[in-house]
C-alpha cells in the first residue's frame, strides 16, 4: 500500500495550491479519502474527507469555502484544491485512506505529507 503526496510548497497569503495524493496496492474505489494536516506544535486536524461513492464531502470549518476535495477513481488519486490560502494553513499536509472491511476491522493508510508554508 502505498500513498504519495505532491504540490506542496511555498506560497504567498492570498495564493493557491493543488495537493495530489497518488495512491497503489488497495482498492482505491472503495475507501474513504481524507486529508489531515499537522502544524508545529498542534495536533493532527482532519481538513477534508470524500466518501468512496465520491458524492459527499465534509470540511473543517477553518477550510470552508476556501478548499475543496475531490476524487477520480479512475486514476487512483485524490485532490485537495487549497484557494485564499493563510499564514494559518502552514502545515504538513496527509492523505489518508479508510475503510471497514467485512470483519469489522478498520484499514487505515497515511501517505508521508507534503509541507505547505504560506508566508510573504
Known amino acids: 500500500v502505498q500513498l504519495v503526496e505532491s504540490g506542496g510548497g511555498l506560497v504567498q497569503p492570498g495564493g493557491s495550491l493543488r495537493l495530489s495524493c497518488a495512491a497503489s496496492g488497495f482498492t482505491f474505489s472503495t475507501y474513504a479519502m481524507s486529508w489531515h494536516r499537522q502544524a508545529p506544535g498542534k495536533e493532527r486536524e482532519l481538513v477534508a474527507r470524500?466518501?468512496?461513492?465520491?458524492?459527499?464531502?465534509n470540511y473543517a470549518d477553518s477550510v470552508k469555502g476556501r478548499f475543496t476535495i475531490s476524487r477520480d477513481n479512475a486514476k487512483n488519486t485524490v485532490y485537495l484544491q487549497m484557494n485564499s490560502l493563510k499564514p494559518e494553513d502552514t502545515a504538513v499536509y496527509y492523505c489518508?485512506?479508510?475503510?471497514?472491511?467485512?470483519?469489522?476491522?478498520?484499514?487505515?493508510?497515511w501517505g508521508q505529507g507534503t509541507q505547505v508554508t504560506v508566508s510573504s
Open positions: 489518508n485512506a479508510w475503510r471497514v472491511r467485512w470483519d469489522g476491522v478498520e484499514l487505515d493508510y
Open positions: 470524500i466518501r468512496s461513492a465520491g458524492g459527499s464531502t
